[in-house]
Structures are given as structure tokens and as C-alpha cells.
């Protein structure tokens, strides 16, 4: 026995911490990732399966962290932001989702990404035996952080036929008697599904009836293609009474490393947030925050991003109905969800999502992430590296050639 078998905390394992077999989603795709270059040397992967931008910062978002970075000013502790930060905020709100901030300095703070806010927040809402009704497939970390507080959490299924929103009606009243918190996130991750302010309308009217706190992690929003306007969960009548809005700036300024997001809406819970990442961090580089000021005054930015997206999605999904797939163009994200292969023609079944993926990185040297938690389905991410329009279609074309051997059944 070690020194730390009986020292780690209940909510990680305790005793049992480390000793579980069960290997994490996205380890097991790194380890398929390994195992395939090893066994096709030369042939290089198709990565579709990461999730973050493929290109870098803006070079005017670069220059202004460059210049800011040596300014004695910007070496002291950010703590809880800048004023320069939350008004530059306020006023990209306004611009692109048209959204009025009446007192950034209430409503409004930085956080250093979203994933930390996300993290975070739980903190702020959550007693023991509190429930957070959350959507599945979905990102894992206000549910993980519910279950570290002594929370409960309650699974929405996203389902194609109610075009991946949750039900918020087929909710047991025993849960809604201990809900607490219930998270949002549109356009969505993985399914690219878009909200429509008409959902947002019925979720603020069902946070009111039944006294939960929203909380809508919007950083996907400002990637919508098509016609499909971006769309605040805060732009709807009374959603500032019960909820706040996460943002990132990571998809919408290829800002992903740079790990600056904010937190906006309802001002005791904006406050309540601030309490809790006083007492956890010390502030974002004041540098960075000056440069994502540089980023909010200029949406057009978004817009190139945007661009390459949908040239790509269009490529993608013309790509996947060939092969079989029932693809569809999402609204927003830059995820395509699609169901899973059942088989190939030669005999090999797939049971889960998980298997098909796993049988793509190994066979033919593509990437994908699985989601099994509300049916089979595939993740194909358009951030794949190409440089030009032409280098895009050729790894599309590509990966088509290498799927095609496979003789998929559906």
C-alpha cells in the first residue's frame, strides 16, 4: 500500500483512483491514431476527428498582443478583468447578436476559456443532491463538476426527430422538484444543431415556471452558415432573469490557445461566478485581454472563418451522401453528426459508434470521434489542415477514395 491509497478524495475514486480500466474516449482514438501509423508507415491521417480551429489568430489580434505584452501596465494581476475587456464585450454583443448590455461591468466577466467558466459555475449553483439536467451527446465538464460537488445529474437525450433539442417536458417531476441548473449549448457540440429563438423562448418560460438557472454555452455561436443569423440566448425576453451565456473566443477568433472566453447575463449569478474565480485564479494576461478587445471590434474576422467552413461543409456532405451517409449541413458548429455505419459488405458488423470509428483510424487512416450516448453516431470535424480551397477539395476527395474500398452498409 502506498502513501496515497487511502489520502485521495472520494469524488476521483479514493482507494480505487487509478486502478479503473475504462479508458477515456478520446484516449482510445489517440492510441488508435498511434497504432495506425504504425501499421500504414508513409500514409498519412485524415484528421477529422479534432475539434479545434485550423488556423491561427488573426495577424491584427497577434500585432496587439505583441504590442501590449511589453507594457509595464499589463504585468500586474488581471484578477477579475478589465473594463476595456467587458465594454469591447458589450459592444460585439450588441453588433452581432444584438443584444443591449446596460452595465458591462455587472454583467460581464472575462474567464480564462470556457471550459474553466463551465468548471466553475457548478460551484456557484450546486448543493448535494442538486440536480443539473443536462444534454447528452454533449461536453462533459458542468456534469463532472456537479457529480465532484455532491450533485446529481440528469441526461436530455438530443434525438434527430426533435431536431437534436432537448425535451424539456419529458422531465420526471421528482427531478424538476431538485433541478437547479440546466445546460444549453447551440449551435451544438457534437450534433451541429442550431436553436431557434422560439426554443430559447420555451426554455426561458420553463426556467421561470420551475426555478432553474440556465446556463447556455454559446461558443459555437458566432459559426452559423447559410442564412442562419447568430442567435443569443440572452436576446430573448426575460432569459437575463435566469440565466447567463458563456463565450469563447477560440471558434470564432481561432483564439483557441490563447484561453479567453466571458461569462454574460443575469448579474447576481455574473457576481456569484466572480466570487468563485477570485478565489480560484488570478486573471487572464492583462495582454490578452487587450487583444481580444482588438478581436471584438472586428467581426469580419468571424466572417473568413465562416466562409471556409461552409465551402468545406459543402464539400463533406456531398462527400458523405455518396458514400451512403444520411448527411445533412449543419446550421452552425463545424461538426457533421451522422449515423454510424452498421457494417461493410464483406460481413463485419459494427455494434457502436465507438467500433466504427476505431475500424477507420486503423483500416483506411481516418479520424473521427464516436458519440453512442443517444444512438450511433459518427463526428467529422471540417478543421482539417489544407491551405487552399484546392487543398480542400483534394482531402475530401480523398478521404471518399479511402471510404469507398470499404464497401459500408447502413
Not at 80 to 92: D, K, L, S, T
Not at 190 to 215: C, L, Q, S
Not at 388 to 405: D, G, H, L, T, W
Request: charge should be neutral; proline fraction near 6%; glycine fraction near 8%.
Amino acid at each position: 500500500m502506498s502513501f496515497f491509497d487511502d489520502k485521495i478524495a472520494e469524488r476521483l475514486g479514493g482507494a480505487n483512483f487509478g486502478k479503473s480500466t475504462q479508458i477515456y474516449k478520446f484516449e482510445l482514438i489517440k492510441r488508435a491514431k498511434a497504432a495506425a501509423k504504425v501499421a500504414h508507415p508513409g500514409t498519412p491521417i485524415i484528421d477529422m476527428g479534432v475539434g479545434e480551429p485550423d488556423w491561427p489568430a488573426d495577424a491584427l489580434v497577434v500585432q496587439a498582443l505583441s504590442q501590449e505584452a511589453g507594457k509595464p501596465e499589463n504585468r500586474w494581476y488581471a484578477d477579475n478583468g478589465i473594463p476595456e475587456f467587458q465594454h469591447a464585450a458589450a459592444e460585439y454583443l450588441h453588433k452581432v447578436y444584438g443584444v443591449q448590455i446596460e452595465n458591462p461591468a455587472e454583467n460581464i466577466i472575462h474567464g480564462i476559456g470556457s471550459k474553466p467558466v463551465l468548471a466553475l459555475l457548478p460551484i456557484c449553483f450546486i448543493n448535494p443532491g442538486d440536480v443539473l439536467l443536462t444534454t447528452v451527446p454533449g461536453y462533459p465538464v458542468s456534469a463532472t463538476y456537479t457529480k465532484y460537488l455532491g450533485g446529481k445529474v440528469f441526461n436530455l437525450p438530443l434525438i434527430e426527430s426533435n431536431s437534436f433539442l432537448p425535451d424539456l417536458d419529458s422531465i420526471p417531476a421528482e427531478i424538476l422538484r431538485r433541478s437547479k441548473v440546466l445546460y444549453l449549448n447551440y449551435p451544438n457540440n457534437p450534433t451541429g444543431a442550431a436553436a431557434t429563438k422560439e426554443f430559447f423562448k420555451h426554455a426561458v418560460d420553463f426556467a421561470h415556471r420551475n426555478g432553474i438557472v440556465i446556463v447556455h454555452d454559446a461558443a459555437y455561436s458566432a459559426l452559423t452558415y447559410d442564412g442562419y443569423k447568430p442567435l443569443s440566448f440572452l436576446s430573448v425576453d426575460g432569459a437575463m432573469d435566469v440565466g447567463i451565456e458563456v463565450h469563447s473566443l477560440s471558434k470564432a477568433f481561432n483564439m483557441t490557445g490563447w484561453r479567453i472566453g466571458f461569462v454574460c447575463g443575469n448579474p447576481k449569478a455574473v457576481k456569484a461566478y466572480a466570487t468563485v474565480k477570485d478565489n480560484t485564479d488570478s486573471g487572464q494576461f492583462r495582454a490578452i485581454q487587450k487583444a481580444a478587445v482588438q478581436a471584438f471590434a472586428h467581426p469580419e474576422i468571424t466572417q473568413s472563418t465562416i466562409d471556409k467552413y461552409s465551402r468545406r461543409f459543402d464539400l463533406l456532405v456531398q462527400a458523405l451522401r455518396e458514400l451512403g451517409f444520411k448527411a445533412n449541413k449543419p446550421k452552425g458548429s463545424f461538426y457533421c453528426y451522422v449515423h454510424s455505419p452498421t457494417g461493410t459488405e464483406d460481413g463485419k458488423q459494427f455494434k457502436t459508434a465507438a467500433e466504427f470509428s476505431d475500424f477507420l483510424i486503423r483500416s483506411v487512416l481516418i479520424s473521427t470521434v464516436p458519440w453512442d450516448d443517444a444512438g450511433a453516431y459518427i463526428r467529422f470535424s471540417v478543421t482539417f489542415e489544407a491551405d487552399s480551397a484546392e487543398k480542400e477539395k483534394k482531402v475530401i476527395e480523398e478521404m471518399k477514395n479511402r471510404m469507398e474500398k470499404l464497401k459500408l452498409k447502413f
